[in-house]
């Protein structure tokens, strides 16, 4: 059974910064790429980083030189880290097992509780 566990969310100020984890727990067929999504409130759910097993990296133009994806095999968690950050950067992140091919990420449909992230201007 596949359990995907987000944490590091809260609440900080405009031009702080978190540092989001994900800790994945048994096995997904068929995955090469983990992705951060976020979801705030009457909007869709949106990708906002990715990183594949190669460690190559890709950013939403609204997070680009702000956050950082990165990952620990060894303890099967993936990172975000989230600086000068905007109040519109408020939402709830979500991380998310998947697929990296011919340029495009492709999401698999297993998803954790999400961490909710909150800026205040």
């Known amino acids: 059974q596949v359990q995907l566990v987000e944490s590091g969310g809260g609440l900080v100020q405009a031009g702080g910064s978190l540092r989001l984890s994900c800790v994945i727990s048994?096995?997904?067929?068929?995955?090469?790429?983990m992705g951060w999504y976020r979801q705030a409130p009457g909007k869709q759910r949106e990708l906002v980083a990715y990183i594949t097993t190669g460690d190559m990296t890709n950013y939403a133009d609204s997070v680009k030189g702000r956050f950082t994806i990165s990952r620990d095999n060894a303890k099967n968690t993936v990172y975000l880290q989230m600086n000068s950050l905007k109040p519109e950067d408020t939402a709830v992140y979500y991380c998310n097992p998947g697929r990296y091919a011919s340029g495009t990420y492709y999401q698999k449909d297993y998803w954790g509780q999400g961490t909710q992230v909150t800026v205040s201007s």
């Open positions: 048994g096995s997904i067929f068929g995955i090469n790429a």
